[in-house]
């Protein structure tokens, strides 16, 4: 599964932004869908999943009521919406798809399957 993130840029913090991955596959609406992200000097984080088997969503603590993970199995596209961000949010995010559930991604770190290269998003005024 090859995977190409897009949508970063930068951002006053408040605003909002919307990331999108667009997955290469035939089997992408068996794959759970997600992002993480990384910011300078810390390590990788879990942001947002979408499972594939019961269409369930889950997010990281921090993220929720703000960010909103989506997917759309005819396009093969899955995307955060992120709202009210703030500089910490600042990070490189990336795509990831993995055949296990989303209620395993916060644990789950570096042995998802498949990373996207990332894309940069930058909150600041």
């Known amino acids: 599964v090859q995977l190409q993130a897009f949508g970063g840029g930068l951002v006053q913090p408040g605003g909002s932004l919307r990331l999108s991955c667009a997955a290469s596959?035939?089997?992408?609406?068996?794959?759970?869908m997600g992002w993480f992200r990384q910011a300078p000097g810390k390590e990788r984080e879990f942001v947002a999943a979408?499972?594939?088997?019961?269409?369930?969503?889950h997010y990281a603590d921090s993220m929720k009521g703000r960010f909103t993970i989506s997917r759309d199995n005819a396009k093969n596209t899955v995307s955060l919406q992120m709202n009210s961000l703030k500089p910490e949010d600042t990070a490189v995010y990336y795509c990831a798809a993995d055949r296990r559930s989303g209620d395993q991604w916060a644990t789950m770190g570096r042995t998802i399957n498949f990373w996207g290269r990332g894309t940069l998003v930058t909150v600041s005024n």
């Open positions: 596959t035939r089997t992408f609406s068996i794959y759970s």
């Open positions: 979408f499972s594939w088997g019961d269409s369930r969503t």
